[in-house]
């Protein structure tokens, strides 16, 4: 299967690039959403640790796992704040986990540096600006009315 997307030349120049970490600057202010943002960070920088074919694999296996459930909770919030950008937003879930399903399909003939580099380019490229844009443009109306946009 051919790759969804080409990685960025930073992303396989700079190898020892380690994995974005949670920090501050990234929280909603949704206790819900930041703590699921903070476990995906938390779970994708396991995969730093040790270079065991095996946990490399069940930890792919368990981020691709929970970041499924997160989008779909994610969304269902949106949905219940009608988030006007919903399907806009919806799409680029789409998109990330496809990028994440191909990369877990792709990941047993993969060397754990080229699983360690798209990991990288996933977390530090997609979901850390993914966060910083996109979920700071809909936590607006997650929040009480008083802080709401419309």
């Not at 970490?21 to 640790?49: C, M, P, T, Y």
């Not at 694999?57 to 949905?79: C, G, N, P, Q």
């Not at 380019?121 to 997650?142: K, M, R, S, V």
């Amino acid at each position: 299967m051919d790759k969804l997307y080409e990685p960025p030349a930073w992303a396989t120049a700079y190898p020892d690039l380690p994995i974005a970490e949670w920090s501050d600057r990234l929280e909603l202010g949704i206790a819900l959403i930041d703590e699921q943002h903070k476990r995906f960070f938390d779970l994708a920088a396991s995969l730093n640790v040790g270079t065991d074919e095996i946990r490399v694999m069940k930890t792919l296996v368990t981020l691709s796992d929970y970041i499924r459930t997160h989008l779909r909770e994610e969304e269902a919030l949106m949905v219940a704040a009608s988030y006007p950008r919903l399907a806009e937003h919806s799409h680029q879930h789409a998109q990330f986990r496809q990028m994440l399903g191909n990369l877990l399909s792709r990941a047993r003939t993969m060397s754990l540096g080229e699983i360690a580099d798209e990991v990288r380019f996933l977390i530090n490229g997609w979901f850390y600006q993914h966060i910083l844009t996109e979920d700071f443009a809909y936590a607006p109306y997650l929040m009480p009315d008083v802080n709401r946009r419309g």
